[in-house]
């Protein structure tokens, strides 16, 4: 079946290194996408998202690509801060009757070191 | 997020005993969402309310029933109660960008 998942578990990096986080989708009618940053005892935050018909969009120290062609996702963190530690989940959303419903990644461990 | 509450926030419970979790929001969304989280499988989707009258499966909705009694509350039931029900469960509300706002989970371990 078609299905949402990160390649990486767990990222390990020093404070003040930029962190890449990356998703692979599979379902080629999802045309929206949505990071989430979950913290310890938390519910999940959103954190930047991107529609199939760009490639690319920045927020605040996170940008997001889009690759279609291989269906990939990736969000980079600008000078990863301690603050940054967290799991972060991509989400697909793929149409159902009009409306949008989530599939969500198994999440990738962000540990950022002082 | 304060806007979506969820109570309880712990509960543990026994085998075979009927729980509600509950849900409620401020956001004025007409969407709403329970999911649970269980390690190294991310959200999963239960049940999901577009409007007070709307009901609809997810991706594991077996064991589980729903009450959607206003547009600020939605309620989760496990009729009875089994181990591998012991999670992380998770309400949340969507606006109309599909955005999904959570709240703070409750965990529950059945007995």
């Known amino acids: 079946g078609e299905s949402v998942g990160l390649h990486l578990p767990t990222l390990s990096v020093q404070e003040g290194d930029n962190s890449i986080i990356n998703c692979a989708y599979s379902?080629?009618?999802?045309?929206?996408f949505i990071w989430y940053k979950q913290e310890s005892g938390k519910g999940p935050q959103f954190i930047i998202d991107?529609?199939?018909?760009?490639d690319k969009r920045q927020g605040q120290r996170v940008t997001v690509l889009l690759n279609k062609t291989v269906k990939h996702l990736s969000l980079q963190i600008a000078a990863t801060q301690p603050g940054d530690s967290a799991v972060y989940f991509c989400a697909e959303n793929r149409s159902s009757g009009g409306s949008y419903i989530p599939t969500f990644g198994r999440g990738t461990s962000l540990i950022v070191h002082p | 997020d304060a806007d979506v509450t969820q109570t309880p926030r712990n509960r543990i419970t026994k085998t075979g005993k009927r729980i509600m979790l509950e849900c409620s929001q401020t956001?004025?969304?007409?969407?709403m969402y329970w999911y649970r989280q269980d390690p190294g499988l991310g959200l999963r989707l239960i049940y999901y309310?577009?409007?007070?009258?709307?009901?609809n499966k997810g991706e594991i909705s077996d064991g589980y029933s729903v009450s959607r009694q206003a547009q600020a509350k939605f309620s989760l039931s496990l009729e009875s109660a089994i181990p591998n029900q012991t999670a992380l469960y998770f309400c949340?509300?969507?606006?109309?960008?599909?955005?999904?706002?959570f709240g703070p989970g409750t965990r529950l371990l059945v007995l």
């Open positions: 949340a509300t969507s606006d109309l960008r599909e955005t999904q706002y």
């Open positions: 991107i529609r199939s018909n760009m």
């Open positions: 379902n080629s009618a999802s045309d929206y």
């Open positions: 956001k004025g969304h007409d969407r």
């Open positions: 309310s577009f409007d007070v009258k709307d009901i």
